[in-house]
């Protein structure tokens, strides 16, 4: 399984924002993109990035995650 939240942090410039959303042509779901939400909250306890927002759906599930990267 790809680590999304991982691969957005290493595209991104410090101090930069960006959204991490599934992309379905990668083979991503909405259920297989909650493993993100616990990638960037690793990468957040690591001091790395700080996670501004996380939209959900109205059934709970994690559609997108709003990061800013720090180190």
């Known amino acids: ?3 999304v ?3 957005v942090y290493k595209k991104m410039k410090v101090g930069s924002m960006a959204w991490v959303r599934p992309v379905a042509a ?3 779901t909405l259920p297989s993109f909650q493993s993100a939400h616990d990638s960037a909250k690793q990468l957040e306890e690591e001091g790395l990035i700080s996670i501004g ?3 959900r759906q109205d059934d709970g599930l994690i559609e997108a995650i709003r990061i800013q990267r720090l180190a």
């Open 1 to 3: 399984m790809r680590d």
């Open 5 to 7: 939240a991982k691969e």
């Open 26 to 28: 990668k083979g991503d």
């Open 53 to 55: 927002e996380v939209k």
